[in-house]
């Protein structure tokens, strides 16, 4: 793998102009896909692929059923605009079947990347005649799955794993020697608005990676209700990150002077530059009481609110 290229050393245009290259080459006058979720990453990619190739990509977008409220219409808008078309495709029931029934994180990641790659791209590439899938797998992934950190579900032949091999199509990775910091540096030579190039990150296997035990579509509607809450009251924070997390066990509270075993989220807040360590956000307490209100007021069932305060390492941006 070639070596990193930091934020600061980073040369769009010739950074750009080499990748270009590297894909027309690798494509030739084939077909290939591109995996969009909406994150910096993957937007950047998806720039950065159409100038290679224009009408030899098609974008998708799998709407997988983990995604934030409105995910899938607002990325499709995003696009639009500038000039890429995205075709979305629904997995919602592949996503949940392959994930019911399992409580251990990497069993849940893995069932994740199967679906992901072997069923549902799999079966697109197969029905294009595509032979390679772009992506946006960044440095950040590739050194936390290689140290054993965290499996990160875009990462394979690092870990001796060939897609070629293992899902029938190679997969191309431009941004594997860039961190967040470089790639939203390039996001904006690229051209994409700011909404994108400078959202916070979103885990790959999205809100699945903040349920804590089983992923099901109820409980990805109480953790996707909570983010909304998080998301708009934190946006201004200047925060790296911000997220809310859902725990398994049911916790005791009150209501209406009785007792009401409900459920608890947990607010995490992080400043950091490149995701490698983080520290959590000194926010102010009636910005948390805020947050804890507004969350038990709209999110059903929720009667406990607490917010992480332990830094990167040894604790970890998102929860699994």
């Known amino acids: 793998m070639k070596k990193e290229i930091t934020a600061q050393e980073l040369n769009t245009e010739a950074f750009i102009q080499e990748k270009v290259k590297d894909i ?3 494509v030739g006058d084939g077909m290939a896909i591109n995996a969009l979720s909406g994150g910096v990453d993957s937007s950047v990619v998806t720039m950065l692929g159409h100038r290679a190739l224009g009408p030899q990509l098609r ?7 983990l995604m934030r409220e409105g995910e899938a ?3 499709v808008a995003f696009f639009r605009e500038l000039g890429v078309e995205v075709e979305v495709v629904d997995a919602r029931s592949e996503f949940f079947a392959a994930l019911k029934g399992l409580t251990d994180p990497e069993k849940k ?3 994740i990347t199967q679906t992901f790659y ?3 791209f799999g079966r697109i590439v197969r029905e294009s005649d595509a032979r390679y899938l772009l992506q946006g797998t960044i440095l950040t992934d590739i050194d936390e799955t290689v140290a054993g950190i965290k499996r990160q579900h875009n990462v394979f032949e690092q870990l001796g794993i060939d897609p070629k091999e293992a899902f029938g ?3 191309l990775e431009p941004l594997i020697q860039l961190r967040k910091d470089g790639v939203r540096k390039l996001g904006r030579a690229l051209g994409l608005q700011e909404e994108l190039f400078a959202r916070i990150p979103f885990p790959g296997p999205a809100l699945a990676a903040r349920i804590i035990g089983e992923v099901t579509p109820e409980r990805i509607e109480t953790i996707r209700k909570a983010t909304v809450v998080i998301e708009r009251l ?5 925060a790296f990150q911000y997220l809310g997390v859902l725990h398994e066990d049911r916790v005791t509270g009150m209501r209406d002077g009785k007792r009401d075993f409900g459920q608890q989220i947990e607010v995490r807040c992080w400043d950091s530059t490149d995701a490698r360590t983080a520290s959590p956000t000194r926010l102010s307490f009636d910005l948390l009481e805020r947050i804890a209100s507004e969350i038990i007021r709209d999110v059903p069932g929720v009667v406990s609110v607490t917010y992480n305060i332990a830094s990167k390492p040894p604790s970890t941006i998102e929860a699994i």
């Not at 934190?234 to 200047?238: A, E, F, Q, V």
Request: proline fraction near 0%; charge should be negative; glycine fraction near 8%.
């Open 24 to 26: 027309r080459d690798a």
């Open 59 to 65: 974008t998708i977008f799998v709407e997988n059923g």
């Open 169 to 171: 199509y190679h997969i």
């Open 109 to 111: 990641r893995e069932a």
């Open 234 to 238: 934190l946006k201004d924070s200047g």
């Open 118 to 120: 072997r069923n549902v």
């Open 73 to 75: 219409d607002q990325v």
